[in-house]
């Protein structure tokens, strides 16, 4: 019997410390006065787990950002704070053998953070600087955005994994993961589908097996991982849960937004932290957007109520308000204008853009109907040069659901799109293409003509592998059988009462479960994957289910903990969804994510059109 | 592989540490364990185990980690200290890539003995280290005599494990091929892209690239580390080479293609596409790079060149005076002298604006002008093979823009059979209505185009939400619904004339209202 009570949380704020420690640490090998630039990518992350009086009181005289450009400190020792990419070693490179050049002469040392690679170290050698420049390493691997999400900040894993099949990460990955079984552990089960956390999982394994661990109470229970391929369908989705719209339209960056002056009704941009501290926020965060108006007003009275109470107070009893209630009331109001502000301003972008229309034909592609009506909408988006993303997104949509596009639509919309928005998306399209995302349907004939073509070319057990290599090309989305082996779009004659939500599918107002969401509710209704194999087998495999013969009780808080990690980035309407779940289910989800991701992140990062 | 000299001391005099050898060992550790316990003073010290760093000091060579940078162990962060017995063991799940890759890694049936008899090896190895790779983990103890041996000693699988815990390793001594195919094989069955990368670099240094390109045909997880890694570090030259003796031409093409990126001179940007019309595209994006160009060269011409004085032909004298009479579209601008530019000054250049956008551009700046111009929207069309209906489309907005009604008016114009005219439209005309108005069309205009939405309920709703009173009107008296209509009046100003007529209506005996 699920309980309804959930569980209560670790105390992430540990990891915070944590990190701090470490980086104080890192600083204290550095004595004397130093500059420290800071990769801009890092600048946010590093604000939520220190402050620059942290970094004044271990002699960092000045910060810099990271621009690739000559640089103008005088300090004697320069520290860079970075991302372990190629192109900022190579820019610390240029300003070591400027300094060289002029016979100037300073200490460099580089904290990657939260690893080196050997790559970066590579250019160091061949630059002729390995020696001069000494690196260290700052093992920041979680960021906790909130009281249940953790962070990696690591949006790259996605386009390096997933375009370039590049598995740098995924130790990274690991190491986040034994991290969090070493200091909340130790986990009893793990499940989890995908190649990448298959990977993840047996690097973790083999590290767990390695050290050794200390007998603590278990904290969390189990543990699911999730590639982020399993399931694209769901981050293309417009979102229309309040924290997940407010990200598509105003862009939350380290659990931070930024309101401007349309929102603020200022002439000044306000930047506002969203988590469950805010309790207007926290309140309205996972409501349909069609809630949110409602509760925002009745907030407003009651507010007006609670102010109203001044009028008829003697002195004494207006002290008292004023002591304790006013400044409560003034911090709520000042929260409950932001958020209305922020409403309003969605609901003008939204109704400009014809949102209603655009939801009913994403609507459509989910349920695959009037297909031909979605294809002329997408054509017109694209010939009014409407928006470059939501195009795109929409084509992308379109391409999965439908399992790639007929050759003469593929063809004729390519076309268009590249004449509205620039021939260089070719480049865009190729990506795609290897993707998956956007592709023509290939006759099954053609996959069999061209595996067993190559595997004439090379011997048998090879050609396994090759057709491996194509399998973006061959791999299917399926997602038409996977939605109804998982019942992921309910029966659109009931009406669905999204104040009142029955599941999931009201993250996307009733129309739609999140197939990822969907499949972690299964696998832990059915303790594993038994009884879906014919869903895992749509989903190209790599599922798994481990027990790690867990002392602890199975009907303890721990064991109702679950944290979910989803490689290659999650939504907010995903942590909604799961949110949903936890609450029906008695489970509390803790989601770590390598990167907080909507529709536009995850094609921008697929985009060709820049050098 | 050490470091230097110099630079040992600097960075030793730099911090509060003394370099130390090996021959001082105890007093330096010593010494290194004080300052470690200062610096940590929050945390308890470690295991005594973890005083064994100077392995990594001796061979530090990939990283220059300095000794005195003592990760923090998991387990300190946990705040136990405690040696308890081993969490029971999560079972090991066979990956597939490994098992391929080993099986097919170029050197048959060795190889897959080497991969199998080592299997047993790799566990027990494994287990020897402690923990994770942040923690650098004592070697095995070995007497130093012996210890140099051991260095050389090391398999390739060993060699791999130690990269993997982020350790000095020296990859110099693989030198035969097989040798080093196997550290390949061993880095992908791994899982790790830090070590796949770090042997492919070595690789690429210590093979003539003929060699490694024909052994990573066969090794698609190492060749792909390969491409990302040269792609990064913008070899562009190798990479294409690479792709080449892959016979992967069309990424060969995009990839050579996609350099125009970074060339900012327009001139030499088409100068570099008009060089790309020759590579390996796939039929469709051979057009498409085609296009690509043309367009940029139209751009030119409308944008800087004077079309008459570059010797460009047309065949009528007409047109020839015309293009004196035309200056590129800088220069008018410039000049001042044409009224368009003043009444909408241009925001940008359309250099290297999309097919549609210059489309639009030329609809508005340059509506008129004969098919035989570059700038005529019409010649524009023609080249490109703009469909009907995008063409429509971009010549509405650009002429609502404008406000020239009579020639928004005038796309619609088409004849029927008995000489009438009437509208029609590629686009439904609801959309239509939506362009109008975004332009800001006045209410006379947009009724004319709202009558002829063909879906009552939708031209209904249009009509009051652009308050185009009149249709609304008609629409009810056609639907012979009165009581909507009564409803209506309410929502027209009193006294005014859609109110009069709505009171005419209602009079009106003659009406069979349904309701």
């Given at each position: 019997m699920a309980r309804r009570d959930t569980p209560g949380l670790p105390d992430f704020s540990l990891l915070k410390r944590l990190a701090r420690d470490q980086l104080v640490y890192l600083l204290e090998q550095l004595p004397g006065k130093k500059d420290l630039f800071i990769e801009s990518d890092l600048m946010s992350p590093l604000d939520r787990i220190a402050n620059m009086s942290t970094l004044k009181q271990h002699d960092i005289v000045k910060l810099y950002k990271v621009e690739y450009k000559a640089t103008v400190s005088l300090s004697d020792q320069l520290c860079f704070l970075i991302r372990p990419r190629i192109q900022t070693v190579k820019w610390i490179c240029d300003v070591v053998n400027a300094d060289k050049a002029v016979?100037?002469?300073?200490?460099?040392?580089?904290?990657?953070t939260p690893q080196r690679f050997f790559a970066c170290e590579a250019v160091l050698e061949e630059e002729g600087v390995f020696g001069d420049v000494t690196t260290d390493e700052w093992a920041f691997y979680l960021l906790p955005l909130d009281d249940d999400i953790l962070s990696m900040e690591l949006p790259e894993f996605f386009h390096d994994n997933f375009l370039a099949g590049d598995q740098r990460w995924l130790r990274t990955v690991g190491g986040a993961l034994h991290l969090l079984h070493s200091v909340y552990g130790p986990f009893s089960k793990l499940y989890g589908i995908g190649s990448c956390s298959q990977m993840t999982y047996e690097w973790w394994r083999e590290q767990v097996e390695q050290g050794e661990q200390g007998a603590r109470p278990a904290e969390i229970g189990s543990v699911f991982l999730i590639d982020r391929d399993v399931d694209f369908v769901t981050p293309l989705c417009s979102q229309v849960v309040y924290e997940g719209l407010l990200d598509d339209i105003f862009r939350i960056k380290c659990g931070c937004v930024e309101f401007g002056p349309d929102v603020t009704s200022s002439d000044r941009s306000v930047k506002v932290m969203l988590n469950s501290q805010d309790k207007v926020f926290n309140e309205i965060r996972n409501e349909h957007f069609s809630n949110v108006f409602g509760f925002l007003s009745q907030k407003a009275r009651n507010l007006q109520t609670a102010y109203d109470k001044r009028q008829g107070m003697d002195i004494k009893q207006m002290k008292t308000f004023v002591s304790e209630e006013l400044k409560g009331l003034k911090q709520e109001h000042r929260l409950l204008s932001l958020h209305i502000g922020a409403s309003e301003s969605i609901m003008k972008k939204k109704t400009k853009q014809d949102f209603q229309e655009l939801l009913q034909r994403e609507h459509c592609l989910l349920e695959g109907f009037e297909i031909r009506e979605s294809i002329s909408f997408i054509e017109e988006h694209?010939?009014?040069?409407?928006?470059?993303?939501?195009?795109?997104?929409?084509?992308?949509?379109?391409?999965?659901?439908?399992?790639?596009?007929?050759?003469?639509?593929?063809?004729?919309?390519?076309?268009q799109y590249l004449q509205s928005y620039g021939f260089d998306h070719l480049l865009t399209f190729s990506n795609l293409r290897q993707l998956g995302l956007l592709v023509e349907q290939q006759g099954a004939e053609t996959l069999t003509v061209m595996e067993s073509k190559v595997g004439k070319l090379v011997n048998d057990k090879t050609a396994g592998k090759i057709t491996d290599a194509f399998s973006s090309l061959a791999r299917r989305s399926h997602f038409r059988a996977l939605s109804r082996k998982l019942n992921l779009v309910p029966k659109s004659d009931e009406e669905y009462d999204l104040r009142v939500p029955k599941d999931m599918a009201y993250i996307f107002s009733g129309a739609y479960v999140p197939l990822s969401c969907r499949l972690i509710e299964q696998v832990l209704e059915r303790d594993g994957w038994a009884g879906l194999e014919d869903v895992t087998r749509l989903l190209n495999g790599h599922e798994?289910?481990?027990?790690?013969?867990?002392?602890?009780?199975?009907?303890?808080?721990?064991?109702?903990?679950?944290?979910?990690?989803?490689?290659?980035?999650?939504?907010?309407?995903?942590?909604?969804?799961?949110?949903?779940?936890?609450?029906?289910?008695?489970?509390?989800?803790?989601?770590?994510?390598?990167?907080?991701?909507?529709?536009?992140?995850?094609?921008?990062?697929?985009?060709?059109?820049?050098? | 592989m050490m470091r230097s000299k110099a630079d040992e001391e600097e960075y030793w005099h730099s911090s509060k540490f003394k370099a130390f050898t090996f021959e001082d060992e105890d007093d330096e550790l010593s010494r290194l364990k004080e300052s470690k316990q200062a610096v940590n003073s929050i945390r308890q010290l470690v295991e005594e185990d973890d005083d064994d760093d100077d392995d990594d000091t001796e061979k530090v060579s990939w990283s220059g980690e300095p000794v005195g940078s003592i990760s923090w162990s998991i387990k300190e962060m946990a705040g136990s200290n405690q040696k308890i017995d081993r969490e029971p063991a999560f079972p090991r799940i066979p990956t597939e890539p490994s098992t391929l890759n080993k099986s097919h890694s170029g050197l048959s049936l060795s190889s897959l003995f080497r991969g199998k008899a080592k299997s047993e090896n790799f566990q027990s190895f494994s287990d020897a280290f402690s923990d994770s790779v942040r923690i650098y983990?004592?070697?095995?103890?070995?007497?130093?005599?012996?210890?140099?041996?051991?260095?050389?000693?090391?398999?390739?699988?060993?060699?791999?494990?130690?990269?993997?815990?982020?350790?000095?390793?020296?990859?110099?001594?693989?030198?035969?091929?097989?040798?080093?195919?196997?550290?390949?094989d061993f880095a992908v069955a791994a899982h790790d892209g830090n070590v796949i990368t770090a042997v492919l670099i070595y690789l690429k240094r210590s093979l003539r690239k003929e060699v490694l390109f024909r052994e990573l045909q066969s090794r698609q997880t190492a060749l792909r580390h390969f491409i990302h890694y040269l792609t990064e570090s913008r070899e562009q030259k190798l990479l294409l080479e690479l792709l080449r003796a892959l016979g992967r031409t069309e990424d060969m093409a995009l990839l050579q293609y996609k350099e125009h990126l970074s060339i900012t001179d327009e001139n030499n940007k088409r100068d570099f596409l008009k060089s790309c019309l020759s590579l390996p595209f796939s039929a469709e994006d051979s057009a498409h790079v085609q296009d690509h160009y043309?367009?940029?060269?139209?751009?030119?011409?409308?944008?800087?060149?004077?079309?008459?004085?570059?010797g460009l032909h047309w065949s009528t004298g007409c047109l020839m005076l015309r293009s004196c009479c035309q200056a590129a579209d800088r220069q008018a601008e410039r000049g001042g002298k044409v009224e368009i530019y003043q009444r909408f000054p241009r925001k940008a250049s359309i250099l290297n604006m999309p097919l549609i956008t210059t489309?639009?551009?030329?609809?508005?700046?340059?509506?008129?002008?004969?098919?035989?111009?570059?700038?005529?929207?019409?010649?524009?069309?023609?080249?490109f093979k703009i469909s009907e209906k995008q063409y429509f489309v971009t010549a509405l907005a650009a002429r609502a823009k404008l406000k020239a009604w009579s020639d928004v008016d005038a796309l619609f114009t088409g004849r029927n059979w008995l000489g009438f005219t009437r509208k029609k439209s590629p686009l439904s005309f609801h959309r239509v209505v939506d362009v109008l108005q975004r332009n800001s069309a006045p209410t006379q205009v947009l009724q004319d185009y709202v009558a002829l939405i063909d879906d009552a309920e939708l031209r209904i709703s249009l009509a009051q939400k652009l308050k185009c009173h009149d249709i609304v009107i008609s629409t009810f008296r056609d639907m012979k619904d009165r009581q909507m209509l009564v409803a209506y009046r309410g929502k027209v100003e009193p006294g005014s004339a859609p109110e009069r007529k709505i009171d005419d209506l209602l009079n009106n005996q003659q009406i069979r209202w349904k309701n």
């Open positions: 016979g100037r002469f300073r200490r460099y040392k580089i904290i990657f694209i010939n009014r040069q409407i928006s470059m993303m939501e195009s795109l997104r929409m084509l992308c949509l379109l391409s999965i659901t439908e399992n790639g596009l007929l050759p003469k639509d593929y063809r004729s919309l390519k076309t798994f289910a481990v027990t790690g013969g867990s002392r602890a009780e199975p009907n303890s808080d721990a064991q109702r903990l679950v944290l979910v990690l989803f490689l290659g980035g999650c939504t907010f309407s995903e942590i909604s969804a799961l949110r949903f779940l936890g609450r029906a289910k008695g489970y509390k989800f803790i989601v770590v994510t390598t990167a907080v991701t909507n529709s536009s992140r995850l094609l921008e990062a697929l985009l060709g059109n820049h050098a | 983990a004592p070697e095995l103890r070995k007497p130093k005599s012996e210890y140099k041996d051991y260095v050389c000693d090391w398999s390739p699988e060993e060699t791999v494990q130690r990269l993997l815990q982020g350790k000095a390793v020296s990859l110099e001594k693989f030198r035969s091929l097989q040798d080093k195919l196997l550290l390949l043309t367009l940029l060269e139209r751009q030119i011409i409308v944008e800087v060149r004077n079309p008459f004085r570059s489309l639009y551009y030329c609809c508005f700046y340059h509506y008129g002008e004969p098919e035989g111009t570059f700038s005529s929207p019409l010649n524009v069309r023609r080249t």
